[in-house]
């Protein structure tokens, strides 16, 4: 009769190991999930704090009208941002702007703001409007109305020759 192997004892964990073991694992996979989603609500909102402060600084140089007068041309567009025609007469602009490098100074008279109303009334200015300033801050020439890019290049490249001195 041939010997029979034994088989080995089932080495089985008792039940409350194993839900002790199962609880510790899920445990630190939330804890890593929550790492994780601390981790990244941080780098959101650094993120964010950077895009936000970035877009004030541009808001605030575009909005500076105090540069009017620093020895460069200027050409200030009266501005109203609800306004559709005066959101494509500035596309238009930065567009003829574009081909002149540093030659003038754009700026924005938001008439939303204080320092935007201001100059308007100053000048009598309709909101879609393009003031045109000297070196000196005299203005010296207005456009009225949207224009095409191209129309204001050639606009400008007058400006520039005759009336920005």
Known sequence: MA???KKPANKKKPSATVNIEKTQKKQRKNLKNMFGAVIGVAIFIGLGSVGVNAYKKSWETSHDLTVIGNGTPTIVQIHDPKCPKCKKLMSNAKSALSKFDDKFVFRIADITTSAGRKLQRTHNA???????????GKMRRTSSGVKSADELELAFEDFLQRGSR
């Not at 309709?126 to 000196?136: I, P």
């Open 126 to 136: 309709n909101t879609v409007s393009l003031l045109m300033f000297d070196r000196k």
């Open 3 to 5: 010997k029979r192997k």
